[in-house]
């Protein structure tokens, strides 16, 4: 049986009633989810809810983070201890072990926490529940070319060797063009595996140094552009599909990349392993978020571009399933998943992800502020919507740092059926400026609006 989600509570559109309490179940989410809204409108923090129950239900999760908002997800303190709080709030830093800015900070500290106690008491949690969820939860934080979080080798894929070389040749291989296609950017030349002939060149002398069972690095493949182990490419010898002097100038230019020292973040730290973030240890269900809020708008599409090929590779891989298996969430999608004609690195291994990543017991979260600036493709194979409106006066709570709010289907009373029975733009327009409508269901008493109360 799939496991509940409670992503918060809800009222019946005309106010009327107790507020009731919000489970969706999780095999909901396999069909994909898309969440709308305004700067402001609460995107994030329905996100934050969302990751924190499907933990809770012990589905793994990787978030990637554009804004910066998400590493909040590490603050899930276990306990409702001021104290705990007092080193995160304003002027609260710790300095050899004590609380900087005196007793104002702690203060703040033991307000903020009587405030996260009733809100978090209001939903039934209590600080029990806390504990349990700190126990059963693994949280990390990935931060591409910085120390901020934890350092990732972007180019693992092509300079570690990996298993998959004996295990999953095929996907090992995609990994592999992946990475060549981001180093090939970074030099300002055609990355398409099938066009370009550095792709193509890169691809096989790494490849074959792969299947031996050595590394690629860069500057092996630097001397082996150089002076190629190989005598044809294709059906053409060496020479003929690319001259020295061309082989020459690629590898000036790998060498330039090289000794840049700016690069030199990007050849450091955790392997780009989505096999291993997604595998609980221990008995701990893991998160992975990749934050790339440092990073400029180039750097954060050729950096998660190779991040999405890895997970689609990672996800092809899997057995067939129809119950949610682990959850992709991408918060702010907004230049990644843009519609025709742009076409950025992120584009291809999103869509195909909305298109394949069901039939795997996967489901991908995409939030965004405007439908418009999302790719048909992706969002004609989202299943569950959550459309936001123009303002909100109250964000949603997280489990830990907001008390999360979403709608429920309604239940087949009087009240209920007077609601669906009216034509459904009437329904839609009796919506107030504080509720935020989820979607639209078939039940048994007909189409039901989802709305979240306030």
């Known amino acids: 049986m799939q496991p509940l989600l409670h992503l ?23 069909t994909h989810s898309v969440i709308l809204g305004m700067t402001g409108s609460g995107k994030s ?33 276990p306990t409702f201890d001021a104290a705990a709080i007092a080193p995160w709030v304003e002027g609260g830093g710790l300095e050899g072990g004590q609380v900087e800015g005196g007793s104002a900070a702690l203060d703040l500290a033991t307000r903020l926490a009587a405030e996260r106690q009733r809100g978090l008491a209001s939903y039934g949690i209590q600080e ?10 693994r949280m990390r934080v990935i931060t591409p070319g910085s120390d901020a979080g934890e350092l990732l080798h972007v180019l693992s894929s092509l300079e570690r060797r990996s298993s998959r070389w004996d295990s999953d040749v095929d996907g090992a291989r995609a990994s592999l063009s992946a990475a060549i296609s981001l180093v090939l950017r970074l030099l300002g030349r055609d990355p398409d595996p099938a066009r370009s002939r550095d792709h193509v060149l890169l691809s096989v002398l790494a490849e074959r140094r792969l299947l031996a069972g050595q590394d690629a690095d860069i500057p092996a493949l630097i001397a082996d552009v150089i002076q190629p182990e190989v005598e044809s490419i294709g059906a053409l010898e060496v020479e003929a599909f690319m001259s020295k002097k061309a082989r020459k100038d690629l590898a000036a230019a790998l060498n330039n990349l090289l000794a840049a020292p700016s690069f030199a973040n990007w050849r450091r730290g955790a392997s780009l392993d989505v096999q291993s973030w997604m595998s609980p240890q221990g008995g701990r269900t893991p998160a992975t978020i990749i934050s790339v809020a440092h990073l400029d708008d180039e750097e954060r599409a050729l950096v998660l571009g190779v991040v999405l090929e890895e997970i689609l590779t990672w996800v092809r891989g899997l057995p067939g399933s129809q119950a949610l298996k682990a959850l992709i969430v991408f918060d702010e999608t907004y230049g990644f998943l843009p519609p025709h004609p742009a ?28 439908p418009m600036d999302l790719d048909y493709r992706a969002l004609s194979n989202a299943g569950f919507w959550v459309p936001g ?26 009240r209920a059926r007077r609601n669906v029975e009216a034509p459904l733009p009437e329904v839609v327009h009796r919506v107030q400026h504080s509720r935020r409508p989820l979607d639209v269901a078939a039940t048994e008493v007909g189409n039901v609006l989802l709305c979240a109360g306030r």
Do not use: W, Y
């Open 8 to 30: 918060g509570t809800s009222r019946s559109l005309d106010g009327r009633g107790d507020p009731a309490k919000l489970c969706v179940p999780a095999n909901h989410l396999v």
């Open 128 to 137: 029990q529940d806390l504990r349990d969820f700190a126990a059963r939860t």
């Open 389 to 414: 409106q123009a303002a909100n006066r109250r964000r949603p709570r997280s489990r830990h740092r907001r008390a999360g709010q979403r709608g429920q289907r309604r239940r087949d009373d009087g």
């Open 343 to 370: 076409s950025p690195p992120t584009k291809r291994p999103l869509v195909a992800l909305m298109k394949q990543a069901r039939a795997f017991g996967v489901g991908v979260v995409i939030a965004t502020q405007n």
């Open 45 to 77: 923090g329905l996100v934050t809810v969302m990751v924190e129950e499907a933990l809770r239900a012990a589905i793994p999760v990787l978030v990637i983070d554009v804004k910066g908002d998400l590493p909040n997800l590490m603050l899930a303190f």
